[in-house]
Nanobody
Framework: QVQLVESGGGLVQAGGSLRLSCAASGSRFNINTMGWYRQAPGKQRELVATISRGGSTNYADSVKGRFTISRDNAKNTVYLQMNNLKPEDPALYLC???????????WGQGTQVTVSS
């Protein structure tokens, strides 16, 4: 069982930046890909960005050029640097871990991101 703990969410003005962190603990034997999804009220959960153990990344079109995902395998931590935040970005951001971007086996509790205009 993998435990994921997120941090770094908060309130920021449009155009501002936030950095999210997610630390993994527990059994990480089957974990190749870690990443971030987000879910806004009334909307489906959507992929934001993922990164494999080898460093291959996958981004949603809506965040390309603004968000950067990175990973420290030694610390079992994944980061999401979010720049130029827009009014459409607010959501609960959930850390994910699994076999691939689309096969997620563990979720964090989420951290809230709010953007004020």
């Amino acid at each position: 069982q993998v435990q994921l703990v997120e941090s770094g969410g908060g309130l920021v003005q449009a155009g501002g930046s936030l950095r999210l962190s997610c630390a993994a603990s527990g059994s990480r034997f089957n974990i190749n890909t870690m990443g971030w999804y987000r879910q806004a009220p009334g909307k489906q959960r959507e992929l934001v960005a993922t990164i494999s153990r080898g460093g291959s990344t996958n981004y949603a079109d809506s965040v390309k050029g603004r968000f950067t995902i990175s990973r420290d395998n030694a610390k079992n931590t994944v980061y999401l640097q979010m720049n130029n935040l827009k009014p459409e970005d607010p959501a609960l951001y959930l850390c994910s871990a699994g076999i691939s971007s689309w096969i997620v086996t563990s979720w964090g509790q989420g951290t809230q991101v709010t953007v004020s205009s």
